[in-house]
């Protein structure tokens, strides 16, 4: 095939919400592993991945994200098919959930997820006719009615009415065919009783003992993929009883395959195969497109253009057999998440990771970042054993200068968004171990102190802490015998007091260490192992999971179970009181202990002394400063969290956006709290103007910590006053009424509580 114009339209959208207003969410899914595709309207195809659906119009080459932020239910997602007479996308999802999203809004189907049904709920395949979805499920076929967005039958056609998993259907207008795990099935397409299974059969030639992945009809033709191995099959035959095997294919690993517009595309590891029905004319289109093809579905659109959902680069495919496309939303290379840090408008993950026992995961995913609003993504540094990253810290007197800690290979830092230096036994004071019975360095936790000197453990080594100065100097700390080769030790906290915090897991507590400010001088520190006796850390549980300093120099401690908060640190080497206290609520008329029950996995303190507390299995609280009172819940049933099982949080203290990194992925919600300062002589209001269609909450910025807040009209009435949450103060854009404001211009007087500093600003409201 003769390609007209060679132009590589590679689209990788900017991130779409460079200012995203208080209140709102947004996904920072990644899109690259695309799983199926389908076309949409005139110029549009939809391409989804495992959190998320983007549309690609190709005419202008723009991209909108279609997720839990605005209109998908879950996450976890197995196919997608649009249905061009009701206009309508419809996204299956492996735990059965279906989503129906027409043009002007969404309607979730949870019937098969919440079904009894003990069988596989996976949505394989979706298949059209008419104004109904035939579902390809691991249990059966169920029936939607699109226009009434119903359950229409649910057909069980496994032999006498036992389950079976359906991968694919077809029909020829006269016969269903079922591709399933135990052989081909066949109905007549109109028969009255398909809900019985002793209308469907089994066919002669493929029957229970042959497992057919793939079935597809077009013109006359049918097509087969046998077998779910990496070794398969394919036949195809013109009457569908008589079948003959494509040599060309035996033995290969078909990944999928697509029948339609004159064509049939056979998609395999490592290229893309384009031919006509008979198998004449074939091109090889992964070595024309240029990118490393392993296809995961093809569609061809309305207008002749073919598309595939490629695992490496999102979407790939022609426009018209003229233009060439690579197209995803900018994102994360993947969704694996154990640490988060933020600094400002720089965000980094650390992929991970161990298990639940410290095992490694041997995670080689790389390091991403989200610096600027641009996403970075790098492999592993220079073909390195660069596996499980376990803790991640941005330093503050250098933001571009940020530092990896691995359960394998030490340190790695990045500058600039590039790989600069593995740190190890060879060019630090870090020790290598035998752990897991593989010689490592093992860092389980990264920090910075203010003054940009870096923190770090090493796990079962002699000497478990380490630090190195600004100047660069190394220095080891040994804290045997309370903390010996044999001790984990995993997350470590340089707190503004001047204390240094690590978490020893497995029921061993809480090491603290008093440098003195001498840091290459240790015969002046003092340490202490802190755990749940009393007198002596008084910790309700010794089985710490993540520790976070506040505002006011309090410790906060997330546990197993719960958490609890040493509200006097400095006296930790004194000989006073200094045990950590868990925080009582009143619930429903009764006291209880504040998530008594939960296991903590993040604290994080946002600029109003705000606590944001991850856990395993109930998603995220954001308590008040003192931890009393509740001011936000999210979890996956009411928020665009793609998991209750948040591992970590960041907060851009400039911006106030929180980043929840959980096991399905990474959002961020934009809270009313940022950063205070001392002095509120740029006071920033957004938006500005507030334009009548705008019915978000206006953001009031560059305020001091606990500001009162005044807005009046130009006659000096005030219509609202509020108090600043750290540097930002929020408003409905209502008077005291609760009435909206009518059209001028609004001063804000803002002052601290002590008057010692003020600000002004003004907004513009135009109706």
């Not at 499920?137 to 229409?152: H, N, Q, R, Y």
């Not at 959902?309 to 496309?325: I, P, Q």
């Not at 100097?473 to 045997?480: E, I, L, R």
Request: aromatic share 12%; hydrophobic share 40%.
């Amino acid at each position: 095939m003769r390609i007209l114009i060679l132009l590589i339209f590679s689209l990788i959208s900017t991130h779409f919400a460079a200012q995203v207003a208080t209140g709102e969410w947004r996904d920072h899914f990644p899109y690259g592993n695309a799983i199926d595709v389908c076309g949409g309207e005139d110029g549009i195809v939809y391409c989804a991945a495992d959190a998320g659906v983007f549309a690609f119009d190709r005419r202008d080459g723009s991209i909108e994200r279609i997720t839990k932020v605005n209109k998908l239910s879950d996450t976890g997602i197995s196919s997608i098919g649009y249905n061009r007479d009701v206009k309508v996308l419809v996204v299956g999802y492996t735990n059965g959930n279906v989503d129906l999203v027409y043009e002007n809004n969404a309607v979730n189907m949870p019937d098969i997820e919440r079904s009894s049904i003990l069988a596989n709920k996976t949505v394989n395949d979706i298949y059209f006719v008419g104004n109904e979805a035939f579902l390809s499920c691991g249990f059966g076929i169920v029936v939607v009615d699109l226009v009434e967005a119903e359950v229409k039958d649910t057909y069980i056609i496994g032999d006498l009415g036992n389950y079976v998993g359906i991968n694919d259907l077809a029909t020829d207008g006269s016969e269903w065919f079922a591709a399933t795990d135990a052989g081909l099935y066949r109905a007549p397409l109109n028969h009255p009783f398909l809900a019985n299974y002793e209308t469907w059969e089994i066919d002669a030639n493929y029957g229970s003992d042959t497992t057919v992945k793939y079935i597809e009809y077009a013109e006359g033709y049918y097509y087969l993929v046998l077998g779910d191995s990496e070794e398969n099959e394919l036949v195809w035959g013109t009457d569908g009883e008589t079948w003959q095997t494509n040599s060309n294919f035996s033995g290969s690993s078909i990944r999928t395959i697509f029948a339609g517009m004159g064509r049939v595309m056979v998609g395999t590891y490592g290229t893309w195969f384009n031919f006509n029905y008979e198998f004449g004319e074939p091109v090889l289109w992964g070595e024309i497109l240029g990118y490393q093809m392993l296809p995961n579905a093809m569609t061809i659109d309305n207008e002749n253009s073919p598309w595939v959902a490629n695992s490496t680069g999102g979407l790939v495919g022609h426009d018209k057999f003229v233009n060439k496309y690579q197209a995803m939303p900018d994102g994360p290379q993947d969704a694996k998440i154990r640490r988060l840090d933020a600094y400002n408008d720089n965000i980094w993950i650390a992929t991970g990771g161990a298990d639940g026992a410290w095992v490694s995961t041997w995670n080689g995913s790389g390091i991403h970042g989200l610096v600027h609003e641009q996403w970075i993504n790098r492999g592993k540094f220079n073909d390195e054993s660069m596996f499980d990253l376990m803790d991640v810290a941005i330093d503050p007197t250098n933001t571009d200068h940020v530092v990896f800690g691995s359960w394998v290979v030490g340190l790695v830092e990045v500058l600039d968004g590039e790989y600069y230096e593995v740190i190890d036994n060879t060019n630090s004071s870090l020790s290598l171990v035998d752990y897991g019975g593989i010689d490592r360095v093992a860092v389980g936790g990264v920090d910075f102190d203010l003054n940009g000197n870096l923190w770090f453990t090493n796990t079962v080594s002699n000497t478990p802490l380490h630090v190195r100065t600004k100047s660069g100097t190394y220095q080891s700390f040994d804290f045997s015998p309370e903390v010996t080769e044999s001790t984990m030790i995993t997350e470590v906290r340089a707190t503004q007091q001047g204390y240094v915090w690590c978490v020893l897991p497995n029921g061993k507590g809480l090491l603290v260490l008093d440098h003195k400010g001498t840091l290459t001088n240790t015969s002046d520190d003092q340490y202490i192992v802190l755990d749940n006796e009393e007198g002596n850390g008084g910790l309700p549980i010794d089985e710490v999971i993540c520790i976070e300093e506040d505002l006011d120099g309090e410790v906060w401690v997330g546990l197993l179970q719960g958490l609890a908060v040493f509200y006097a640190p400095e006296a930790i080497f004194t000989g006073e009181n200094f045990d950590a206290q868990q925080i009582l609520i009143e619930q429903d008329g009764n006291v209880q202990i504040l998530l008594e029950t939960e296991t903590v996995n993040c604290i994080e303190i946002d600029g109003a002394n705000r606590k944001w507390v991850a856990t395993a299995n109930s998603g995220v609280f954001l308590l008040s400063a003192d931890g009393i009172d509740q001011i936000h819940h999210f979890t996956e049933d009411n928020s665009p969290l793609p998991s209750n099982n948040v591992l970590d949080i960041a907060i851009n203290h400039a911006s106030g956006e929180v980043y929840f990194g959980t096991e399905r992925g990474l959002v961020s919600f934009r809270s009313d709290a940022t950063n205070f300062v001392e002095d509120m002589d740029n006071i920033k209001v957004y938006p500005n103007p507030v334009l009548p269609t705008y019915t978000g909450v206006i953001s009031i910025d560059g305020l001091s910590r606990d500001a009162d807040v005044k807005i009046s009209d130009a006659s000096g009435n005030v219509v609202f006053q509020t108090t600043a949450q750290g540097g930002r103060a929020t408003w409905d854009g209502n008077n005291f009424y609760g009435n909206r404001v009518s059209s001028g211009v609004y001063f804000i007087h803002a002052s601290t509580t002590d008057g010692e500093s003020r600000g002004v600003g003004k907004v513009a409201f135009v109706k």
